[in-house]
């Protein structure tokens, strides 16, 4: 297969040129998620493997999608206490070997919660935060996480995969920020401002 300038295209060249423009597509909050975006972006671009193919920890850097469910008409969002990692963070999983990191969101959202994904008008489908993040526990190893923008009423969300999560809840930006960080994925209140700054942004605009 050939790209558009007429060189040779490795059968995994497209994915990864549409990972890096996700990547670049990306805002950096701060300079630690410059820094996240530019090890992401590197990582990619160098061939290395991206993709989960043996649980937990194979290879050991892969790719995640998570996905911030917000009730926007309440100004909450929902976060899950998830059983393995024993934190509050959002939903999300593993992206598939090819797979878009958009449509892992799809794919999750109706696992996980039994909804079918909206994308935010925040962001529409692409990632809004990027963190690289050593896990816990065992099988340690680096996810490299998209952090996608959903939007739907808390009314919505009857059902969540009780085998992966031991709760779930809807709270506030404040009181996100309220709760102590070592509760909460490492990365959430950062997330949180960054929100707070577009949602403030997008009114100032509107």
């Known amino acids: 297969m050939t790209s558009a300038d007429g060189t040779l295209m490795r059968d995994d060249d497209r994915p990864r040129g549409r990972l890096l423009g996700l990547v670049g597509g990306i805002e950096p909050w701060d300079d630690q998620e410059r820094v996240h975006l530019e090890t992401a972006a590197r990582w990619i671009a160098g061939g290395a493997p991206v993709y989960r193919v043996r649980r937990p920890d194979v290879p050991a850097m892969h790719l ?3 996905f911030v469910v917000l009730d926007d008409t309440r100004g909450r ?6 059983r393995r990692a024993g934190m509050w963070l959002p939903a999300g999983g593993h992206v598939e070997p090819g797979e878009d990191p958009w449509a892992t969101v799809v794919r999750e959202c109706r696992e996980e919660l039994g909804l079918e994904a909206a994308a935010s008008p925040i962001t529409g489908e692409f990632p809004f935060f990027l963190t690289v993040t050593r896990t816990r526990g065992q099988g340690v190893h680096t996810d490299v996480s998209l952090w996608y923008l959903l939007t739907a009423g808390a009314e919505t969300i009857t059902c969540w995969d009780r085998g992966e999560f031991d709760a ?5 930006d404040e009181e996100v920020l309220a709760e102590s960080a070592e509760v909460l994925d490492p990365h959430l209140h950062r997330f949180t401002r960054k929100l707070q700054h577009a949602r403030t942004r997008r009114q100032q605009s509107g």
Do not use: K
């Open 64 to 66: 995640v999608s998570y």
């Open 77 to 82: 969002q929902l976060l899950v206490a998830h």
């Open 168 to 172: 779930v809840r809807w709270l506030t």
